[in-house]
């Protein structure tokens, strides 16, 4: 019903910079919150960053500074703007979204199958 795919992972160096981008299509009526939250190997996943309908935001103490999420409600898409970018920022990066699929229906979560971002020292 819905789908969210990401984009722009990649390989980077230390210091360096990326741009994620998660777009959510299909039944959409209407997107509460949205974030980014990430995995790397052996770990949990973790909350990086989330903005609201509102563009309220919060982020994980470890990216203060340095990553900013930011929305596109016209166009259902999500972005992370991750600078200064450290060897321990290495991990799958997934987008959750918030969504009601009716006028009448709950929100529920819906993730994205996740973009590698790998930062080499």
């Known amino acids: 019903q819905v789908q969210l795919v990401e984009s722009g992972g990649g390989l980077v160096q230390a210091g360096g910079s990326l741009r994620l981008s998660c777009v959510a299509s299909?039944?959409?009526?209407?997107?509460?919150?949205m974030g980014w939250y990430r995995q790397a190997p052996g770990k949990q996943r973790e909350l990086v960053a989330t903005?609201?309908?509102?563009?309220?935001?919060t982020y994980a103490d470890s990216v203060k500074g340095r990553f900013a999420i930011s929305r596109d409600n016209t166009e259902n898409t999500v972005y992370l703007e991750m600078n200064s970018l450290k060897p321990e920022d290495t991990a799958v990066y997934y987008c959750?979204?918030?969504?009601?699929?009716?006028?009448?229906?709950?929100?529920?979560?819906?993730w994205g199958q996740g973009t590698q971002v790998t930062v080499s020292s």
């Open positions: 959750n979204a918030e969504v009601r699929t009716a006028v009448w229906a709950r929100p529920a979560n819906y």
């Open positions: 903005i609201t309908g509102f563009s309220s935001t």
């Open positions: 299909g039944s959409i009526f209407s997107i509460n919150a």
